[in-house]
Every structure is written in structure tokens, then in C-alpha cells.
């Protein structure tokens, strides 16, 4: 779907953010416009039975509905049972906030890092060792975005293991200037579309602004019954933050869903499990077929919700309800 001319929506977020830009998002949310209603009833029809619960979750909720959602989560910081996915993907975290793991035959690959240094030595290398995994293994930590609790447990992985650690130059000026509150290590900036390869896997990378001005996606590769295959890691649950990203989600979504149909992927995954409603992994036996796996139709599928859902928040703004949450 082709976005707005974008002069027009320009000109409505620099509108909005010299009016709202420290508003917060509403107690009680407005009526719905018409354009909002229209692209979250096309959500609704992607989504079908199967996949209802992310066209009508998190993704595609009002700002005030959102945060009262997302706020059951986040409270909750119990540890969960890290759980592996097809041969060599992995998950340990919170049901708030995680990272995944792809193992290679020379090395392993973390896309995130939790909150802290003290996770990352409490929570994520116990996990490791518990799931067989060698900590000094990790190669390479790419970091989606600078919001704390995604890049904080970088550091003990470089002061350990001298683990290279990646990120968008913007963000990583971000993680720069609030060093004081969250450490970090060494970080390297990416460059869009950049490939690292680790053994037998890669991923490759894409700057894909919305969630934050640097907000990184992946492309990787897994192994799923010793058949290389593809996923893709929206780097942000929630592609408009603010007016100023309004130019921004359509985009930074069509990117990063093009990547994956080129690689024929079969899914996508999230650091905020309840962002795509896969807190069901956690409740369930390990299954012959991995959940994650929906198949290249099931992957159009989920992004065109994300497109849809994005351009449903843009209409928000568009109908000037101006929020930032």
C-alpha cells in the first residue's frame, strides 16, 4: 500500500511535534477515525482465525489500550524456561523482554542482550549452559534499538568474551549519551543491509527508523532439520512512537518484509514474545514443527498485519490525536 504523499505527512508530524512532543499517550482512547478502522478491518481479515491474536493484539491496539496492556507484561520480570526453536534457535528471557540465539557450526550469533550486566551473567549464561550452549561462544550481539533493556547485557559479553557488538549509528549515539544510566561496550555501527556471517550462519541487517531513529531488523538464517531457512526479527514491536516517525513504519516495514520474501522466510520473530502472541511457546510441548514456522504464506501474512496495524497508526495521526507513547 502506497503511503500518503509525504509532504503532506512532513508537514502534519513537524505540526505535531511542536505541539505535543512530550504529550502522553491518553488515559482513555479516542474514537477510532475512519482511516484507523479501515486498515485494522484489513488486519482482521490477513489475520483470519489463526493468526487473530496478533491482528487484534498488542501491534494493532490504541496508544492508552496498549500501555495498559503491555504494563501486565512488563510488570511480570519472573525469568522464563529458555526453550529452543527448530535445530539452532533459542530463546532466554523474560516474558516481557528476551533475546534469541542462533547457534553455527563455529559460533553463535545473539540478536539482543536483556537489561543489565547482572542479567547477562544471572539469567542469560545459566540459560545458556542449562540449553548446552558455551557463552564464550558468542560472536556476535546485534542490538535492535536503544531502549535499555535490549542492550544492556552487551557489556559483560565484550568484557568476557570479547564479543563484537553491532548497532545503528544513530541508536549507538543514543546508548552513547545515556552510558551513565546503562554501560556498554565497544559498538560497531552497521551499515543498512550489511551481512555478518558466523560459521554457517548470517545475518544481515537493515535500518528500519520507527521504533527509534536507528531501529535494526534481521534476516537470518536457521537450520530446521539440517535445511538452511530464513526468519526475519522486527527490530520494534511498535513502529510509530511519535509524529516524527509517521514518514517512517510503511517503509521501514515494506524493507525489512521484502528482505524476507527474497530469502523465501518462514517466519518472524520478536524480543517482546507478547508483542506477536508467541507467550504461547512458553505453554505448550515442544511440537514436530516449530510454531514459529508459518510458512512463506504465513510470513506475508504477519507482515502484511504489521503493514496494516502501521498504517492504522499513522492514521491517528493524521486525524491529529497527538500522542507519544
Known amino acids: 500500500m502506497k503511503l500518503l504523499n509525504y509532504k503532506i505527512l512532513a508537514a502534519l508530524a513537524v505540526m505535531a511535534m511542536s505541539t505535543s512532543a512530550s504529550a502522553q499517550a491518553p488515559e482513555v482512547d479516542p474514537p477510532e477515525p475512519l482511516g484507523a478502522l479501515r486498515h485494522l478491518e484489513r488486519a482482521k481479515q490477513i489475520g483470519g482465525t489463526d493468526l487473530k491474536n496478533i491482528a487484534e493484539g498488542y501491534i494493532c491496539m490504541p496508544p492508552a489500550m496498549a500501555n495498559k496492556w503491555s504494563g501486565i507484561y512488563r510488570s511480570n520480570k519472573t525469568p522464563v524456561e529458555p526453550f529452543k526453536e527448530f535445530d539452532n534457535l533459542y530463546y532466554i528471557g523474560q516474558i516481557p523482554v528476551g533475546l534469541w540465539l542462533i547457534k ?22 545459566p540459560a545458556m549452559i542449562k540449553l548446552g550452549l558455551n557463552p564464550a561462544d558468542v560472536k556476535l550481539i546485534v542490538i535492535s534499538h536503544s531502549h535499555g533493556e535490549h542492550y544492556g547485557g552487551a557489556k559483560y559479553f565484550y568484557d568476557h568474551y570479547k564479543t563484537k557488538v553491532v548497532a545503528s549509528e544513530a541508536d549507538r549515539a543514543d546508548m552513547i549519551k545515556n552510558a ?7 559498538i560497531d555501527a552497521i551499515t543498512d543491509g550489511q551481512i555478518f556471517t558466523v560459521g554457517d550462519m548470517t545475518v544481515q541487517t537493515f535500518i528500519t527508523p520507527g521504533h527509534t531513529l536507528g531501529t535494526v531488523s534481521s534476516l537470518f538464517s536457521i537450520k530446521d532439520k539440517g535445511v538452511t531457512k530464513y526468519m526475519t526479527m522486527l527490530g520494534g514491536t511498535r513502529l510509530l512512537l511519535n509524529a516524527y516517525d509517521v514518514n517512517h513504519g510503511h517503509d521501514s516495514v515494506h524493507k525489512l518484509w521484502d528482505a524476507g520474501r527474497s530469502k523465501g522466510a518462514i517466519g518472524a520473530v520478536a524480543s517482546h514474545l507478547w508483542g506477536l502472541d508467541y507467550v504461547t511457546l512458553l505453554k505448550r510441548p515442544q511440537p514436530a514443527k516449530s510454531t514459529l514456522d508459518v510458512g512463506t504464506a504465513g510470513y506475508d501474512r504477519i507482515m502484511g498485519i504489521f503493514d496494516e496495524c502501521t498504517m492504522a497508526m499513522t492514521m491517528r495521526f493524521l486525524d491529529q490525536r497527538k500522542f507519544s507513547f
Open 104 to 125: 553455527s557450526n563455529d559460533g553463535i550469533i545473539m540478536l539482543d542482550a536483556l537489561h543489565d550486566e547482572a542479567e547477562a551473567r544471572d539469567v542469560v549464561v
Open 180 to 186: 551513565d544510566k546503562t554501560p556498554i561496550p565497544p
